[in-house]
């Protein structure tokens, strides 16, 4: 949808131009002055000339055809306006800056429908309504400020919110950031940030293009569109970060599963960004920082110095990285000994590395190079250097710049002092470095970006699972809860093991199947949805007198429709589920099953079809991974097995979208394999 008079117009038109610099159309004729050199036009039925460039009182007194329209007028004139410039004028790329659309009322909506109609019937392009506009090295079609220096090698910024998208400007810029562009999509009528996000990904240039994507999300229409192309992006070598607002789990329908109870539009946010390759980000600062920590040399190893004057914000960062897995590794030896003798005396070189208040530019740059050269396990550096307002600081800064271009291992510089040193840090950012005035989010920053992962392929991997058996059974399935027998029945066509399970309603079937049983035995109620909350499980069966006790215990349980019959398997309790998200798919939950999974809520979360590095990546971030792999004689279980079931069963949900929530649990897992014990399916099917 996004065309080239969208992006390079040869001409442009700005409909509600003003003389007045504070109103949108003044203020966006005035940016597109700066810097653009096609042919500018202006409508204005009331001046003759607008900032010197003439004045036409309708779009048909144009004097010629226009490639681009920037709209600032009220609602209501946009769709005709539209329309003529289409008709009379050959524009096939729109940018309305107006708001009154869809936001506002179902007028206003009307006034976007004919728009977009309009446009698209043309083939043509529409940024907004509602929106602050675009820029590129091209044109600058924006009523806002700041207006950041554009460079190939700075960020690509898409946003939902025009207002948001100034404010991430503006931190941004005092970090340091650069821009190659901005695309602000406001109401999204034609043209969504996923969109957009696409036509980067298509005219991808790995020698021209950015390699940095910033997303600010308020609404995520297309989820598949968006998964694709970011992780096309990030297979070409991009980075991408994002925030997604506005996931309110209010109004989400009460749920009987473990599943349904913690899943939530926001963990399907989270699972998709991490299929997608996706860094997510959660406030304005956060986002720049990460963009940041992007545009610095790349982290490649887990060890790093810490350089600084002061050793409170040295503490702070030291513990934010150590808490994000990034290792603050001593420093000894011969050759740290002939590093501490070139300081102040008093100065610490155990790392970190502390040469006090009074430390000098030519000391930072001994610190830096006996870090480059000196130290191997050492994979880079963030250092600290403020100033208490008593002397300046740009020697040491220059040092500072100079030794970021010339060492091979990434340095972090983290310049506190925003108030004492303000020129200071000015003339280190105008030199093309960015600051991370706070240490602790820079320590957040750089772990998140350190631990994120390269995602997988788009690809499903069947593992021999049975799509026409289990979309025959499905068709089959009646609406709710399946019993276990038809439960039994699908997860076989899957591949998924689960314990074989004698299944008794009354009384002449417990004495019929009596000598089958295997004891020590569990014994299980049939119908009530939570067993345990209804006393509806006992363990440790280990008699036929008992067996029949229990039986008829059970059997009183109010709903009890039977009793299911299993051997008590010994292991580790596992926890597998799923929850369709409208849009989204299946959102997939693993853990450990038991007290883990209904008080503790270690859960990991992926977004299905997984592959089985996808997979095995979810066990790797639980935070008891250590028991399944085992712990203090304890033994672990088989983990390339659990990850084979999740695999799985995310296989199967992709062809089996009527199952909205799923649970296993437990499994039972050892060392030698892993088996279900029980498990809970709910089919929706779609209305016809």
Do not use: W
């Not at 980067?200 to 600010?216: A, G, H």
């Not at 997608?276 to 406030?283: L, N």
């Not at 110095?305 to 409170?312: K, L, R």
Request: glycine fraction near 10%; charge should be negative.
């Amino acid at each position: 949808m996004i065309n080239e008079q969208l992006i390079d117009p040869q001409s442009i038109v700005v409909v509600g131009a003003s003389n007045n610099l504070q109103k949108p159309g003044g203020k966006i004729l005035h940016n597109i002055l700066e810097c653009y050199r096609g042919d500018i036009y202006v409508v204005n039925t009331n001046q003759g000339f607008v900032q010197g460039v003439k004045s036409y009182p309708t779009v048909h007194d144009l004097p010629k055809e226009v490639d681009l329209a920037v709209i600032a007028v009220a609602a209501k004139y946009c769709p005709s306006l539209v329309k003529s410039l289409i008709q009379e004028k050959n524009t096939t790329a729109f940018i309305i800056i107006s708001a009154g659309f869809s936001e506002e009322n179902a007028q206003g909506a009307q006034y976007e429908k004919e728009v977009v109609e309009a446009v698209e019937a043309i083939n043509g392009c529409l940024i907004g309504p509602n929106c602050i506009g675009i820029i590129n090295v091209n044109h600058h079609s924006i009523f806002t400020q700041p207006i950041p220096m554009l460079d190939p090698a700075g960020a690509d910024f898409i946003s939902g919110s025009g207002a948001t998208a100034v404010f991430i400007l503006e931190t941004g810029v005092g970090l340091g950031l650069k821009f190659n562009s901005i695309f602000s999509v406001g109401n999204s009528a034609q043209i969504g940030v996923e969109d957009v996000l696409a036509y980067l990904d298509e005219t991808f240039d790995p020698d021209k293009s950015s390699r940095i994507k910033l997303l600010y999300i308020e609404s995520i229409t297309n989820p598949d569109k968006l998964l694709h192309h970011a992780n096309s992006l990030v297979h070409k070598g991009c980075k991408i970060a994002a925030i997604k607002s506005g996931t309110s789990e209010a109004g989400m329908r009460a749920s009987q599963s473990h599943t349904g109870a913690m899943a939530s539009p926001d963990t399907a946010v989270d699972a998709l960004f991490k299929k997608a390759g996706i860094v997510r980000c959660h406030g304005r600062l956060e986002l720049a920082t990460v963009a940041a920590v992007f545009m610095a040399k790349e982290l490649k190893g887990d060890n790093m110095a810490v350089i600084t004057h002061a050793g409170g914000p040295a503490v702070m960062l030291t513990d934010s990285l150590s808490q994000g897995g990034i290792k603050i590794p001593p420093i000894e030896g011969p050759r740290a000994e002939l590093l501490r003798s070139k300081l102040h005396h008093g100065s610490s070189v155990g790392n970190p590395i502390d040469f006090l208040a009074t430390g000098t530019a030519e000391q930072l740059g001994e610190i830096i190079d006996a870090c480059e050269k000196d130290f191997d396990h050492i994979d880079a550096m963030a250092v600290i250097f403020g100033s208490p307002g008593l002397f300046p600081v740009r020697e040491v800064y220059e040092v500072l710049h100079q030794k970021m271009r010339t060492c091979q291992k990434p340095i972090y510089p983290i310049l506190p002092s925003v108030v004492n040193a303000d020129d200071d840090i000015k003339y280190f950012l105008s030199k093309g470095n960015v600051n991370f005035p706070d240490e602790v989010m820079l320590g957040h920053a750089l772990s998140k970006v350190h631990n994120s992962i390269q995602p997988a392929k788009e690809s499903i991997q069947m593992k021999g699972v049975d799509v026409p058996a289990i979309r025959a059974l499905i068709s089959g399935f009646e609406e709710g809860y399946l019993p276990p027998q038809q439960i039994q029945k699908l997860f076989s066509a899957a591949g998924i093991p689960m314990l074989k399970e004698i299944f008794i309603k009354d009384t002449d079937e417990l004495a019929k199947h009596i000598p089958d049983v295997p004891y020590p035995c569990v014994m299980k109620v049939v119908g009530p949805i939570h067993k345990s909350d209804v006393g509806g499980v006992s363990l440790n069966i280990n008699s036929s007198l008992l067996l029949e006790k229990e039986f008829h215990r059970l059997m009183a349980i109010e709903d009890a429709k039977g009793v299911i019959i299993q051997p008590m398997l010994q292991g580790t309790e596992l926890f597998i589920g799923a929850k369709y998200e409208q849009d989204f798919g299946h959102v997939m939950l693993c853990g450990l099953g038991g007290i883990f999974v209904e008080v503790l809520k270690d859960v990991s979360s992926g977004l299905a079809p997984l592959s089985e590095e996808e997979a095995l990546g979810m066990i790797d971030n639980l935070k008891g991974k250590q028991i399944l792999r085992g712990v203090r004689g304890q033994e672990g279980i088989n983990i390339v097995e659990f990850a084979d079931i999740i695999v799985r069963l995310s296989t199967m949900l992709r062809f089996a979208v009527e199952i909205k929530e799923l649970d296993i649990n437990p499994l039972i897992g050892n060392e030698n394999g892993i088996m279900g014990v029980d498990a809970r399916v709910r089919i929706e099917k779609e209305v016809k």
